[in-house]
């Protein structure tokens, strides 16, 4: 591999956590056993590296767009597969537009109105940060916190789907958050006392 192509792998490799935590977001329980996601995300980063190569430079903010894009169709397929013959109205929704929702939720929690270009690139980079920080979360723990704060669930709700009381929903929340912080603040931060 070229330098070049070295370069380009590292800047897409960075879009996987956010990548797997959007398809999460988007596929129905019913089918997470049916899909590979870490399939579907592969595929969509080699879609991208293979647009970025005939493209060129790409700046991140249309890079997230092409990706969040290109998940989309990747995760519209897989589903067309499973349900082949089979027609739901409710399925027809568009994936990309639940892709932007769900991708302004995550930036939602980022928000502090930033204008300048070299502010919205280091908002990217938070963006893509607690999609990390949020995949190295304890499976009940991420679940809590993407349930709740990125596809609006109430705790009862939670507390039904993963067959937990409502209390020890708030504990995980509490728990993740707290975790999700430590692991946001930035590294010359943390020695500060």
């Not at 797997?20 to 049916?34: D, E, F, S, T, V």
């Not at 969040?68 to 409710?90: F, H």
């Not at 639940?98 to 930033?114: F, H, I, K, P």
């Amino acid at each position: 591999m070229t330098n070049a192509a070295d370069e380009q792998a590292q800047r897409l490799e960075r879009f996987r956590a956010y990548l797997n935590l959007l398809a999460r977001l988007q596929l129905a329980p019913g089918l997470r056993g049916k899909i590979d996601l870490s399939g579907v995300v592969q595929q969509t980063l080699l879609e991208a590296h293979q647009e970025l190569t005939r493209a060129g430079c790409i700046p991140d903010a249309l890079l997230a767009r092409l990706v969040r894009r290109l998940l989309a169709n990747n995760l519209a397929d897989e589903v067309r597969k499973c349900y082949a013959e089979k027609r739901d109205v409710n399925r027809e929704r568009s994936l990309e537009a639940a892709l932007e929702e769900s991708s302004a939720r995550l930036e939602a929690l980022l928000a502090n109105g930033q204008a300048s270009p070299s502010e919205l690139a280091e908002h990217n980079e938070e963006l893509l940060s607690l999609a990390e920080a949020l995949s190295g979360l304890p499976e009940p723990q991420r679940q809590a916190v993407e349930l709740h704060y990125l596809q609006g669930w109430s705790l009862a709700d939670i507390a039904r789907h993963l067959e937990r009381s409502t209390s020890a929903v708030a504990g995980l929340l509490h728990r993740g958050l707290d975790k999700l912080r430590t692991r946001m603040i930035q590294p010359d931060e943390r020695d500060k006392p």
